[in-house]
């Protein structure tokens, strides 16, 4: 009877979810980047995956799955095990790519568990110093004296880069021509030897050349200034209303991933994020370390689709 007693409270403890989130986790966590190494959405999740992994006990191992402008690492993490053992470092493309593939896997944000914001990561719009333009209000009027003979960079069809141009195209009525490149350092390549005029471009590769003199800043794409170029001026201080571009970065788990675990794991990054070292390490990426409650994230995603959706509507803009 004592063990028959024994076994029954022992099988009601094995399936509590409390008690899966306090084992948890019990083996390494995969962090899924959906971009090549290098780029800021590897080194923000290598900064956060390392604490992250002092925080959990188990290692955090990065994970790129590059393709498909982030749709092939967001199908890996939407299709994924609810266990907890499979993140996602997401970037603002997650929320764009619904609007722009007539065919996915996921559905942002069905598919994915919010935990935490991670990131606001602005774009930096620069110029090839020989364009006559010191300002926005100089390219906007240089565009629209010149239609069409100004074309702006980015790093393909659908991309952040590519939708800042857009957005800046439409809010302003300046007739740019947009060119694609294959990544960021063909779009920068492009831009230092006048091949292209505009840019939007990460603040990491900018700012040397913005510092060297062999780029002009004209303004960041965030609400707020960024930490990293505290003199450039945001698109609302220079004049350019209703225009935000951030390519944020958040952590998230696959649809229907327990909420003890993803409670713990918010927990966890939010301290994470509010560490002085780890903030200086995002800056000197060009983020702004943020944190969020998974609730707020939700929100904030499904106002991402919306937004976005509507500019690639009004842009007309489709890949199969």
């Excluded at 024994?6 to 980047?33: G, K, N, T």
């Excluded at 299709?79 to 996921?106: C, E, R, W």
């Excluded at 239609?147 to 702006?152: A, E, R, S, V």
Aim: glycine share 8%; proline share 8%.
């Amino acid at each position: 009877m004592i063990l028959r007693n024994l076994l029954f409270l022992l099988s009601i403890f094995s399936y509590h979810p409390w008690v899966y989130a306090q084992a948890y986790p019990s083996r390494p966590v995969r962090m899924v980047v959906a971009f090549a190494p290098g780029g800021a959405p590897d080194i923000l999740a290598r900064i956060a995956g390392q604490r992250l992994t002092e925080k959990l006990g188990q290692p955090v191992i990065v994970d790129n799955r590059p393709g498909a402008t982030g749709n092939v690492g967001a199908e890996i993490v939407a299709k994924a095990q609810p266990d907890g053992y499979t993140l996602f470092m997401a970037t603002v493309s997650v929320a764009i790519s619904p609007s722009v593939y007539t065919s996915l896997a996921f559905k942002v944000p069905e598919s994915f568990a919010p935990v935490s914001m991670a990131a606001s990561v602005p774009l930096i719009l620069v110029v090839h110093p020989s364009l006559p333009v010191k300002s926005v209000s100089d390219l906007i009027q240089l565009a629209k004296d010149k239609p069409k003979q100004l074309n702006y960079a980015s790093v393909g069809v659908g991309s952040p880069q590519h939708l800042a141009g857009e957005l800046f195209r439409l809010r302003t009525g300046a007739g740019m021509v947009h060119v694609a490149y294959k990544g960021g350092g063909p779009a920068n390549t492009a831009l230092l030897a006048g091949e292209s005029h505009v840019y939007f471009s990460g603040m990491p590769p900018a700012l040397p050349h913005v510092k060297a003199g062999r780029l002009r800043a004209l303004a960041v794409t965030t609400r707020e200034r960024s930490p990293s170029a505290p003199e450039v001026p945001t698109a609302a201080e220079a004049g350019l209303q209703n225009f935000e571009v951030d390519n944020w970065h958040a952590v998230l788990a696959p649809a229907t991933t327990q909420a003890a675990i993803v409670a713990r794991l918010n927990k966890d990054l939010t301290g994470i994020l509010a560490e002085p070292a780890v903030r200086q390490q995002f800056v000197q990426q060009g983020a702004l370390a943020q944190s969020s409650t998974p609730q707020m994230l939700a929100a904030f995603m499904r106002e991402e689709v919306r937004k976005w959706n509507a500019v690639i509507k009004q842009a007309g803009i489709t890949i199969e």
